[in-house]
């Protein structure tokens, strides 16, 4: 019963939005931004390749909230709320006996200050439906279960983190799960901008620029080093958070997932930071550390943002609801694969109407020429959009749709996702292929088609 000590495990959410999969050092980034994070991987679990199921706040938001799609809830693009009936972690882990507290950005209402009727069954509330609109980088404000307006000192990054640890040192004596949700390092809508604490943007303008943003450029240029001084500061708040487990004797009985809504491309993909299926948008860091998950070491597996709801329910000892469409990756900490998908599926909306797969080696993309991206779910007809061999041209450089070479590689990805879209509870759509493009020299061998 919430209340009671806690025998099974604590469970803390540490959600950013818009964070890139090669901020952190275990991906190649040089600048030392993620010291805790690249810590927590190695004695944890690190899920090395990690993918969001919807490149867009609200969308991705509504997938690890209820373990669906967004085309399942409704919720597939911002501004739609979850549905009133909508079973959420919330609901799951206080009937497993646990207290729930949601800190930081929803993103899953209609209104604000947000309804309780609007809050995903979580008890605890502290919180704004867009942080980004009701706080500044040095002036957060969010609402409390009253809806009274509570402006909290400090970096926003780091008000949000200390409420975090006022929850945790008040509920010590209890079984909690935290949902902490962070609107960095996304940008400050109003500004077009990445702010981030004073002093750290200098640090790293004109530093080591992600290879897809040196050949592209967009907004890059302007905004990396403010991003980076933001990712940094995240890091510094996950290192206060478990340096508060710790201090509490919490550390070793609380399981921590560290991980983010979607990536950021900088306008390089389109004409903002999110929305398409290159890895730039779709591709998070993620770890895990606790009961479950200590010495997982790094998996190799696919895994995609609907596959961590499951996740943590089994790592709570709680039953998995038969509904969701994830599925766990507990036993891929053990080694056992058997039955795990080659590829993760992609919603894409908004921007345009769209589907995507990827496996190790290939990426396949699709556009609905014809749907409305603010209103269409999906669509019965789609066009091919584009193929990237990621083994030898992993930042997506290098369109090979139509290529004559390729034309059974599309062929395979193409029932890959027609496959993936029916399992998801989409109706089968039809995907007109591209038109073929001369290969010159290029050619595929057979052994290479279906990796």
Same mark, same amino acid.
């Given at each position: 019963?919430?209340?009671?000590?806690?025998?099974?495990?604590?469970?803390?959410?540490?959600?950013?939005?818009?964070?890139?999969?090669?901020?952190?050092?275990?991906?190649?980034?040089?600048?030392?931004?993620?010291?805790?994070?690249?810590?927590?991987?190695?004695?944890?679990?690190?899920?090395?390749?990690?993918?969001?199921?919807?490149?867009?706040?609200?969308?991705?938001?509504?997938? $690890?909230?209820?373990?669906?799609?967004?085309?399942?809830?409704?919720?597939?693009?911002?501004?739609?709320?979850?549905?009133?009936?909508?079973?959420?972690?919330?609901?799951?882990?206080?009937?497993?006996?646990?207290?729930?507290?949601?800190?930081?950005?929803?993103?899953?209402?209609?209104?604000?200050?947000?309804?309780?009727?609007?809050?995903?069954?979580?008890?605890?509330?502290?919180?704004?439906?867009?942080?980004?609109?009701?706080?500044?980088?040095?002036?957060?404000?969010?609402?409390?279960?009253?809806?009274?307006?509570?402006?909290?000192?400090? #970096?926003?990054?780091?008000?949000?983190?200390?409420?975090?640890?006022?929850?945790?040192?008040?509920?010590?004596?209890?079984?909690?799960?935290?949902?902490?949700? #962070?609107?960095?390092?996304?940008?400050?809508?109003?500004?077009?901008?990445?702010?981030?604490?004073?002093?750290?943007?200098?640090?790293?303008?004109?530093?080591?620029?992600?290879?897809?943003?040196?050949?592209?450029?967009?907004?890059?240029?302007?905004?990396?080093?403010?991003?980076?001084?933001?990712?940094?500061?995240?890091?510094?708040?996950?290192?206060?958070?478990?340096?508060? $487990?710790?201090?509490?004797?919490?550390?070793?009985?609380? +399981?921590?997932?560290?991980?983010?809504?979607?990536?950021?491309?900088?306008?390089?993909?389109?004409?903002?930071?999110?929305?398409?299926?290159?890895?730039?948008?779709?591709?998070?860091?993620?770890?895990?550390?606790?009961?479950?998950?200590?010495?997982?070491?790094?998996?190799?597996?696919?895994?995609?943002? +609907?596959?961590?709801?499951?996740?943590?329910?089994?790592?709570?000892?709680?039953?998995?609801?038969?509904?969701?469409?994830?599925?766990?990756?507990?036993?891929?900490?053990?080694?056992?694969?058997?039955?795990?998908?080659?590829?993760?599926?992609?919603?894409?909306?908004?921007?345009?109407?769209?589907?995507?797969?990827?496996?190790?080696?290939?990426?396949?993309?699709?556009?609905?020429?014809?749907?409305?991206?603010?209103?269409?779910?999906?669509?019965?007809?789609?066009?091919?959009?584009?193929?990237?061999?990621?083994?030898?041209?992993?930042?997506?450089?290098?369109?090979?749709?139509?290529?004559?070479?390729?034309?059974?590689?599309?062929?395979?990805?193409?029932?890959?996702?027609?496959?993936r879209m029916v399992q998801a509870g989409e109706s089968a759509s039809e995907i007109a292929p591209a038109t073929p493009v001369p290969a010159g020299q290029r050619r595929v061998f057979p052994h290479e088609v279906g990796l």
């Amino acid at each position: 019963m919430p209340g009671s000590k806690p025998d099974r495990p604590n469970v803390i959410v540490f959600f950013t939005d818009q964070q890139r999969w090669d901020t952190s050092g275990l991906h190649g980034n040089p600048l030392d931004l993620m010291p805790n994070f690249d810590r927590m991987a190695q004695r944890g679990t690190h899920v090395y390749h990690s993918f969001t199921c919807q490149p867009v706040c609200g969308p991705a938001r509504s997938c $690890l909230q209820t373990g669906l799609y967004a085309t399942t809830t409704g919720c597939f693009t911002n501004g739609r709320p979850l549905p009133k009936d909508a079973r959420t972690l919330a609901h799951h882990f206080h009937e497993g006996g646990y207290r729930t507290g949601y800190i930081g950005k929803w993103h899953l209402a209609k209104d604000e200050p947000v309804p309780e009727d609007q809050r995903g069954g979580y008890e605890y509330w502290l919180a704004s439906n867009a942080l980004e609109f009701t706080a500044d980088s040095y002036r957060t404000v969010m609402y409390d279960g009253d809806n009274n307006p509570v402006l909290l000192p400090g #970096y926003r990054v780091d008000a949000v983190t200390d409420a975090a640890i006022r929850y945790v040192d008040t509920h010590q004596e209890d079984r909690f799960f935290l949902f902490l949700s #962070y609107i960095e390092p996304h940008f400050q809508n109003h500004l077009d901008d990445y702010p981030p604490p004073d002093g750290y943007r200098e640090r790293y303008t004109g530093r080591w620029i992600p290879p897809d943003l040196a050949a592209l450029g967009g907004s890059s240029h302007q905004h990396l080093g403010g991003y980076y001084g933001m990712v940094k500061r995240l890091d510094e708040a996950l290192g206060r958070l478990l340096d508060a $487990l710790k201090s509490l004797s919490l550390l070793d009985n609380t +399981i921590v997932l560290f991980t983010s809504d979607h990536a950021c491309h900088f306008k390089t993909r389109n004409d903002e930071y999110k929305r398409s299926g290159h890895d730039s948008s779709i591709r998070v860091p993620t770890a895990l550390q606790g009961p479950g998950f200590t010495g997982g070491g790094q998996i190799q597996q696919l895994v995609s943002l +609907i596959d961590l709801p499951p996740t943590l329910l089994e790592a709570a000892g709680l039953a998995i609801p038969p509904e969701l469409q994830g599925r766990s990756i507990l036993p891929l900490t053990r080694g056992d694969a058997e039955g795990w998908p080659e590829e993760v599926f992609v919603q894409i909306s908004e921007n345009e109407v769209g589907r995507a797969v990827r496996t190790h080696r290939w990426k396949y993309g699709v556009v609905a020429p014809h749907a409305n991206a603010s209103t269409d779910p999906g669509s019965d007809h789609y066009v091919e959009s584009y193929l990237h061999d990621l083994e030898f041209d992993p930042y997506e450089l290098r369109n090979l749709i139509g290529v004559e070479s390729h034309h059974e590689v599309a062929e395979v990805m193409r029932n890959r996702l027609l496959r993936r879209m029916v399992q998801a509870g989409e109706s089968a759509s039809e995907i007109a292929p591209a038109t073929p493009v001369p290969a010159g020299q290029r050619r595929v061998f057979p052994h290479e088609v279906g990796l």
